[in-house]
């Protein structure tokens, strides 16, 4: 099992009718400013331990488990709007760092979240680091009708018993199933993970910490024109942080490539870009402490 050399923290938030959880790292004071991780799709806050093992520089951070991920409670709702996860960070900064201009890290649909709060709220971010937070392929109008009966078919789903995760033996099942997703994961790593993804159920299964309404693809298109003038809005210098593994093309298969993801970074005011050899998506697992040295490097630079 792997062993954590900086012991995180919990605490718990009424927030928006939920009980949020969040986990911190370090002293609950420091001379710098606070560090926001902001975790991905089915993945929860503890995922980043193994980078916050990797700083070398004590830090206060904080990192939220997503509502419906890990320990947050999910809404009584049987699908998620991607504009919830703003107000929730927005009204977590006002509670654990009222009027401070934080740093701001994001992995995969966090990057998404930290990118567009940075320009919503961009007196709130000093700093942002971008972990593979790459967007979504561009749509057009024309496909909304197809993507409505989409979104109501997949509700019919979820209602019917045919969106539930699947469940595992043991939580090295669980591990099992991580390392499968990402074979660069060690098994170490696998097992620690798998106690903070899953949890055994009245059944004595293991069930992943994610609702499966978080399944349910979203009634609305991406709007890649918005998205890229809320971007035009950031003030903070970003970081965006890529993997060599290139998860992008392998998830779109050329619909929308790493070309077109750097040509939607230009409309960033201060942008710049770094690759961490040898990982994949999950590249804070693959790679921790290149992903760590390149945090704090841009963090630290005057």
Known sequence: MYQVLTPSRSSTLALRHLNYHVRHWGPEQSDLPTLVLLHGWMDVSASYQFTVDALRQPRRIIAPDWRGFGLTTGAPVDHYVFADYLADLDLLLDHYAPGEAIDLVGHSMG?????????????????????????????????????????????????????????????????????????????????????????????????????????????????????????????????????????????????????EYHQRLTHVRTCSTAVVQDAGHMLHHDQPEQVAQLIEAFLDAA
Not at 153 to 169: C, N, P, R, S
Not at 192 to 201: D, G, K, T, V
Not at 245 to 257: A, I, K, P
């Open 111 to 259: 990057g998404n979240v930290a990118m567009m709060y940075g320009g919503v709220r961009p007196e709130r971010v000093r700093k942002l680091v971008n972990l593979e937070g790459f967007g979504l392929p561009a749509t057009r109008p024309a496909q909304a009708p197809t993507r409505y009966a989409q979104w109501i078919d997949e509700i019919k789903q979820l209602h019917q018993g045919t969106k539930e995760l699947k469940t595992y033996e043991s939580a090295d099942g669980v591990a099992r199933r991580l390392m499968k997703t990402n074979p660069r994961l060690s098994e170490d790593k696998a097992q620690w993970l798998a106690q903070h993804w899953a949890r055994p159920n009245a059944q004595g299964q293991w069930e992943i910490l994610g609702d499966p309404a978080h399944k349910i693809t979203s009634a609305q298109l991406y709007r890649a024109d918005e998205a890229l003038a809320i971007y035009e809005r950031i003030a903070a210098p970003v970081l965006a942080i890529e993997a060599s593994g290139d998860s992008l093309g392998q998830w779109w298969n050329g619909r929308y490539t790493l070309d």
